[in-house]
Structures are given as C-alpha cells and as structure tokens.
C-alpha cells in the first residue's frame, strides 16, 4: 500500500491511474478505523480498480468546545488494517497543507446544513462539505463511498456532487452494527463499560420504532415521544434531539408515509452518539 502525505504527490498518483484507464474508488475517514470504515473499502474494491483511503482528523468540521484534540487517533493501526483490507493507498495530508494559513475558502449547503447534527454542530457541515470537496478535487475519484450511519452527511455530500456538477458518484453504504445493535463508531472508544451497555439505547429505540411501525404506528409525534422514552429510561443518556424528517429534504414530517427519516444524537455521559433508520410504511 502506498502512503501518501502531500497533496501534488497524490494529484501525480491519481493522475496516472487515470491515465492508465483505472476507476478510482476514495473512502474518506478520520482514521481509528473499525469494520464500518472496512465496509466501504470492501465496496470500493468491488466496484473500482484502486481505492484509496484518506484518513485526516479534519479541524474545520469540529467546534471550539468539541473532541477534536482528543479524537481518537492510532494512524499504526490503521496502516495494518488498511493493508490487510487490499487498500491501494493510504492519503494522510497534514493539516497544515489541507488549510495553509490564509485559507478562505468554504462550502455551504444552504438549509441542509443547519438540520438535525448541524443545529447542535454549528458549522460543523460547511466543514465537511468543505473538507470531502477538497479530498474529491484531490483525488479526482469516479465513486466515493460513505456510510448511511451518518445520514445528514451523505445527504450534503450528494447535494455539493449535484450542485456542482462533479462528475462522480456518491455510494453510501448500510450501517455496521456490533451484534448487540450499537453503531460502529471511533467515538465508541471514549465509552466505558457502563457507557457501553448505556448507549445500547440509541439502537434500541430505534428498533421499538420499526417494531411499532410494522405494528400499524404512522404518527410521527407517538414514534418520537416512544424513542425519548425508551432513551430517558436510561440514566446516562441525555437526548440531543430525536426528529423523524423527510429523508431528502429533511424537514419534519407528521405521518410515515413513503420513507421517514428518524434521526437521533444522544450524550452517554460526556459522548456524542449519533444514529437513525429509515421507516417505510
Ligand atoms: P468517520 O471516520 O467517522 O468520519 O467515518 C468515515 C466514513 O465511514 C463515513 O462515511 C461514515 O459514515 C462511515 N462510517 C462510520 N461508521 C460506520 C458504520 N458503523 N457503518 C458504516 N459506515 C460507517
């Protein structure tokens, strides 16, 4: 696997893939990398010629009061588990060379943005948007792979793709659950025991909501008061917001009808989670 740390050597790189008529698959991360990241690379490997993987801790998308400093990071780790996955190469710039210091400019998704995470995360979307249109300049992919667990992000990246006409294809990838149902997540490893078995409540609720669904539920309102109760009967949970939205537009909406969107983001203990599911009636 190639490591790759500047900018103009992974633009040399990709330049000569595509040269050589090669599909290049791009599996953007943070790094700490766990079977969910593993499932896009396994989706890349099948649908292009050489994935490449950059792991980059991206400032811009993380708050003045958020884990930015203490995000877990283990870049040996990963160079093991990103070979063992067949990854063709790893791209991990420095921050330095992603934002210089006169760095200005930024993507915004008008309205998208400011939903479900981004009310919570203020400007933490126009950081994202920012940070994956640079990676796709960069790299130049034909498919870049993201996963559904982050639900809102998908839906902004397919919508900077779209606006600006980037001739790519976003494919998002279903959630990798633990077998107890908890969401993969590199944030997972800031939960203790008793955190971990708390924040099995995030599935949990969701779960109660497909069973109620299939049970005939349509009220949106009844859905989300049944998930806060099912996540308050958990003491170390601390609800950020539960919203069932319209999946494309994310705006609420009153009856599953069609498919609904039922996002959440709960605190266990001082632990962001976030989660969601798609209900069809
Ligand atoms: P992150 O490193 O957390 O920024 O995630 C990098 C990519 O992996 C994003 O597209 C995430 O949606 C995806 N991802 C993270 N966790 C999971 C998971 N449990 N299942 C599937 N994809 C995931």
Redesign the pocket.
Same mark, same amino acid.
């Given at each position: 696997m190639k490591v790759v740390e500047s900018v103009s050597a992974m633009k040399a790189l990709a330049r000569g893939w595509r040269r050589d008529g090669k599909r290049i698959g791009l599996?953007?991360?943070? !790094?700490?990398l766990?079977e969910?990241?593993l499932?896009?690379v396994r989706e890349s490997k099948r649908r292009t010629d050489v994935t490449v993987v950059s792991i980059f801790v991206n400032p811009t998308q993380f708050g003045p009061n958020e884990d930015f400093k203490k995000y877990p990071r283990d870049l040996a780790k990963d160079i093991v588990y990103l070979e063992t996955g067949g990854v063709d190469c790893l791209f991990h710039p420095v921050a330095a060379e992603v934002y210089p210091l006169d760095y200005r400019t930024f993507v915004e998704v008008q309205g998208l943005q400011d939903k479900l995470c981004g009310r919570s995360r203020p400007g933490h979307f126009r950081g994202v948007a920012t940070v994956v249109l640079k990676l796709f300049e960069i790299v130049r992919p034909d498919l870049a792979?993201? !996963?559904?667990?982050?639900a809102q992000?998908?839906l902004i990246i397919r919508r900077v793709a779209a606006d600006l006409d980037l001739d790519l294809e976003v494919v998002t990838?279903?959630?990798?659950?633990e077998p107890d149902g908890l969401?993969?997540?590199?944030r997972n490893a800031y939960l203790g025991p008793a955190e971990r078995k708390a924040a099995l409540a995030l599935s949990m609720s969701l779960r109660w909501a497909e069973r109620a669904v299939a049970a005939g539920e349509r009220d949106t309102a009844r859905l989300v008061a049944g998930i806060r109760s099912v996540l308050e009967a958990e003491p170390m949970a601390r609800v950020d917001y539960v919203e069932a939205v319209d999946p494309e537009t994310l705006e609420p909406v009153g009856e599953v009808r069609g498919e609904v969107l039922v996002a959440l983001a709960v605190f266990i203990g001082p632990t962001r989670l976030i989660d969601n599911v798609r209900l069809r009636a």
């Open positions: 599996v953007p991360t943070m !790094g700490y766990h969910g990241h499932s896009l792979f993201f !996963g559904a667990k982050d992000q998908v990838c279903p959630t990798v659950r969401a993969l997540s590199s």
